[in-house]
């Protein structure tokens, strides 16, 4: 058995690095963007530290602004008309997991017009070319959706979210600027961080794991356990670390899956429109307590990389409650709502969530082997 890891061609790293965008669009020969992002980052000039300076280098662009918290097939088809229409021939993708999911699916579909029902690129689609080229920026510190070949599109017909998994979708350059993230409010740092880290813990403890990626999984616990206070009390190290942090995540995620937390956290986003953030936080430490026994010593490691002391003094199931008291504490700390019910999930939905999460792509990397009662179990017991 072999297994692949695929990166970003390019990435760029620490404050000031969005000024890359130029240097890569003029070496690449690149004439025109359409910059995919959201009214929210226009709104509040997150767009414009970009646009200044393609406007200084005098590089033409479009901005397509509908992208939604958790984007629509609609917004894709509304996506690939606009770019039809401006002329580009690349995207710039600006803010965070839904404005690259979204870029993502545009880039595809151009290319690949046969996949134009949106539908048909859910799970592995066998796309022949690569994405339209991408430059991906990077504005919170999270998804790491910029260097991941994963994306999430929301069917909103039938209420429900579906992961799309293609190597051709992946950015050839990821810009991540921590100057980007600095004003994101406390609670949005909170939200993505703890996603960051679920990213990592349940990469980390996923079928697909091998040494690898371990590396790069552990080392994102460890820089995100040391650093997500501080970024969400403003201090400007804390951000560009956890700017690193979700990036070294999702390095490894993006190519061994993930697990259950992620497969029930997709129905809470189609059905509510939870941020995904938000609801990976809320259900990471419950579903740590489900998978505890059939993780190994992995609990142990990941109570060390969390700050834990002392901790090959202590019984594996001593470790393992470590751990999840660790990421529990951090959620304290950090301000992460303790249940489903404080985010606006509804009782009577329940056993609808539990079949979605169920059939959703990220459960089967799951260490544990839920059954479809057993996640309508955790749903209530965390409700």
Known sequence: MSNRFILNETSYFGPGA????????????????????????????????VTALLDQANLPYEIFDEVLPNPTMTVVTHGVTKFKESGADYLISIGGGSPQDTAKAIGIIINNPEFADIRSLEGVAPTKNTAVPTIAIATTAGTAAEVTINYVITDEENKRKFVCVDPH??????????????????????????????????????????ELSDMFHLKAIEIIARSLRASVNGEAKGVEDMALGQYVAGMGFSNVGLGLVHGMAHP???????PHGVANAVLLPHLMEYNADYTGEKYRDIAKAMGVKDTDKLTLAQARLAAINAVKQLNIDVGIPATLREIGVKEEDIPALAQAAFDDVCTSGNPRKATLTEIEALYRAIY
Do not use: C
Not at 188 to 199: P, Q, R, S
């Open 268 to 274: 809470l986003g189609a059905f509510y429109g939870t």
């Open 18 to 49: 969005i000024t890359n965008v130029v240097v890569e669009a003029q070496k690449r020969g690149f004439k025109k963007a359409l910059i995919v992002t959201d009214k929210p980052l226009v709104q509040f000039k997150v767009v414009e530290k």
């Open 169 to 210: 979708s992946i950015p050839q350059v990821a810009i991540i600027d921590s100057d980007m993230m600095a004003s994101m409010p406390p609670a949005l740092k909170a939200a993505t961080g703890v996603d960051a880290l679920t990213h990592a813990i349940e990469g980390y403890i996923t079928l697909g794991a091998w």
